[in-house]
């Protein structure tokens, strides 16, 4: 399998993970002509996309839904057991509901269809790198009616004023660095409070912790 065996150029590093070799070359053709984007590795399904990552320590796996064996729900599931701070995209040609919902509520920081536009695609992998979440509003729409099935409307009751602000700005999209900089706080301490917010609100990542607040209205 042929990886990146240049020097690094300190830009996003990036793991391809699908099991059509042809659409790994034509991300990779791509990618590796964007300045701050490295192709660090590629992986033909879930299970050995796992590994890699795990391997390599890429900033961002883009990840196939349906593969044979481990797909890439399950391959997501695993990341987040192994705690592998990766921010991972959902490149799909499934449009369906409910086959992103539960790639979002497994972990991911978004999705992009893979016939989406190459510029497009490359400002999907710096937005995810920089912390944001990228929703189409019908699959937020689907998330949120899920959220209020589950109840727990009274659970940001718990929430000190820092943590509002905090989750406000989870909200409007904010990576940690911005967070701090907008509250003038360490990243360590903004990294403090999404943890707290999560924990309190019994949410598993960002995601939904945005979309908790969108649907309460905490929200700038």
Do not use: C
């Not at 002509?33 to 050995?48: F, H």
């Not at 699959?139 to 109840?151: C, T």
């Amino acid at each position: 399998m042929a990886d990146a065996a240049r020097p690094s150029k300190n830009g996003i590093r990036v793991l391809l993970v699908d099991d059509h070799q042809v659409v790994r070359r034509g991300l990779r053709t791509f990618l590796e002509v964007q300045d701050d984007i490295e192709v660090v590795g590629e992986a033909a399904d879930g299970a050995e996309g796992v590994a890699r990552a795990e391997e390599l320590r890429p900033d961002v796996v883009l990840m196939d839904i349906k593969m044979p064996g481990t797909d890439g729900i399950d391959a997501l599931r695993k990341l987040r057991e192994l705690a592998n701070p990766a921010r991972v995209l959902i490149v799909t040609s499934f449009t369906e509901q409910r086959t992103v919902v539960p790639a979002l509520r497994a972990g991911a920081s978004g999705y992009v269809y893979k016939d989406v536009d190459p510029d497009a695609l490359a400002g999907a992998i710096r937005s995810v790198h920089a912390g944001h979440v990228l929703l189409q509003p019908e699959v937020a729409g689907a998330l949120l009616a899920q959220e209020e099935g589950n109840g727990g409307t009274g659970r940001g009751s718990t929430l000190t004023e820092r943590e509002r602000e905090v989750l406000t700005l989870i909200a409007d999209g904010r990576s940690n660095r911005e967070i701090a900089r907008a509250l003038v706080l360490s990243e360590k301490t903004v990294k403090t409070h999404v943890s707290n917010i999560l924990m309190k609100l019994d949410l598993s990542d960002r995601t939904q912790a945005a979309l908790w607040a969108v649907r309460h209205g905490i929200t700038g």
